[in-house]
């Protein structure tokens, strides 16, 4: 008979007499509504509302988690089904779900194993464990059931509890999609504002993005003045399609602002095709710090996570795009990069600034006290690589003593996969119980105040920082 697959009632919770109080506290949280405010699920999933298609395609070619696991084992991306840019045909979904099923036990202590059974179990309805065995009666078992009508996109918010999403979406998204689901869906799912593409010169598509971003905006890109305008256009345009933040990615925190000659000189370079690789930096920190500007002005709040070297394997870019799972962690420095912002806008009211990274050590060298004393900062959840059960353990042990609970964001998913929405909030609620239970046990935190803290690092937190 096939192993079960059965998600333990305690998991993630701590051992010991905390375990007791960990449960009620995990009890009071786990039902409140879910604030997805750092998210990119596909906002066409919600404006067709189509049907899933097949396993495969809903749960290992788009998440990287997965994908990149398994190629570090020698499994080629076209085993794997990865859509190539030259369009060449992928792997049979059916093959590709039985190279996942076969390999599940490279998942185990991973945070995607966990994840990945929460959705089986407690999303899919499954609970037959993963293996080369049970391939084939897992997919057509899943197959099954997102074929059901209430299986769909606009119908799993309310089964998820979703009280508002998040998309990420390009400064030259024309915003047609969200205008679409907010007639049938207002106040539910919601644009926020990515301007990396246009704001990082070498990129090789840039030229061809800014003059999008003109046309879009109705104002002309040829000069710097015109482009700043152009980005206040369109940010603007998010704002009325409900829009509460905006993101940016950058290998480094620098937000150093240039003078206008300097700004408007690199930027001319950049339209003729010259721009060094040292101005594209330069004017990267610049725009970071003119989008602190800008947020003052319209109140968008701002996260940032830098730190992580894009596509790091240029083979695997060239061959499938970006996105793919290889990109790595670099060291991140926040303290002086951050000066000229905070200097002006850390104290200024209508401002908020959301910081995250993949970099331990500043947590609580850096972040800890730049939100500790800056009331315009809050500590984003743990992100990408430090999403996981242990990783959101050290975040709050780490920052709590100088940052305390209230000068952080509160969870907020980061994720392109909808169907682990449930379970990384799950989780996240699940080790906060625990921390604060340890706290409880060791008399350092009355059972009232944990209740009220976990509460608000579950919803409330969320909802401060981004919603008022």
Sequence with gaps: MPKALQPHPDRALPAGEARDVARRIHASTKDLPLLCLHGHVDISLFATDAPFGNPAELLVIPDHYVTRMLISQGISPERLGLPRRDGKPGADPREIWREFCANWHLFRATPSRYWLEHEFA??????????AETADELYDQISARIAEPDFRPRALLDRFNIELISTTDAATDDLAQHAKVAADLPGRVIPTFRPDAVVHLDRPDWAELVQQLGALADVDTS???????????RRQAFVEAGARATDHGHLSAAAIPLTDAEASRIYADALKGGVSAGDAELFAGHMLYQSAVMSSEDGLVMQLHPGVLRDHDPAIHATYGPDKGHDIPVAAEFTRSLQPLLERFGHAGGFRLVLFTVDETVYSREL???????????LGAPWWFLDSPDGMRRFRELVTETAGFYNTSGFVDDTRAYLSIPARHDLARRIDAGYLANLVVQHRLDEDDAFEVAQALAHTQARNTYLT
């Design 223 to 233: 000069t710097y003045d015109g482009y700043l305008q152009a980005l206040r256009q």
């Design 368 to 378: 800890a006290p730049l939100a500790g004393v800056y009331s315009a900062v809050r």
């Design 122 to 131: 407690e999303v899919l309805g499954v609970t037959t464990h993963p293996s």
